[in-house]
């Protein structure tokens, strides 16, 4: 649990997609989407039928969170993109949650269970390793779409 709760609290790099979407699509008071109403699971799988699959993070930036995302993209081609910052509202959680919930299912059957974990473990590693990410990204780029 403590895992999954830092997973969601390190990651962030994408903006917000900004297709339409079932539900509200009302603005939130700093005009940000509203998530009320949106089905998270509903539009995984529609991203993973599409061929673009992502994780949906918020929460606070950390020294491997570019490491953790990179890693995404390179070996398991899942984009990751930043639905928040530290300020969330329960219907962004819950939207984000069954997302990332199919997005893991999906994820874990064709790479191996722990197969987040395993990419938190090496980010983390990466991190303290390379404090300046640059020469590493430069020989692991996301593949193509």
């Known amino acids: ?3 999954k709760i830092s997973l969601l609290g390190l990651l962030a790099l994408v ?6 979407h079932a539900g509200d699509t009302s603005l939130g008071p700093y005009g940000e989407p509203s998530y009320k109403g949106r089905d998270g699971a509903a539009e995984a799988r529609k991203d993973i039928t599409d061929g673009c699959p992502k994780l949906k993070v918020y929460g606070l930036l ?3 969170t570019d490491f953790y995302a990179g890693l995404l993209a390179s070996k398991l081609g899942i984009h990751q993109q930043t639905i928040a910052g530290c300020v969330v509202t329960s219907d962004l959680t819950k939207y984000a949650d069954a997302y990332n919930k199919v997005i893991t299912e999906y994820a874990e059957k064709k790479f191996g269970k722990g197969i987040f974990e395993k990419l938190m473990t090496e980010a983390n590693q ?6 300046s990410m640059e ?8 593949p193509d779409s």
């Not at 020469?135 to 996301?142: G, I, L």
Request: charged share 20%.
């Open 126 to 131: 990466l991190s303290l390793k390379y404090p």
């Open 1 to 3: 649990m403590r895992l």
């Open 15 to 20: 903006t917000i997609s900004g297709y339409a």
């Open 135 to 142: 020469k590493w990204a430069d020989q692991h780029k996301p």
């Open 62 to 64: 950390t020294g491997s």
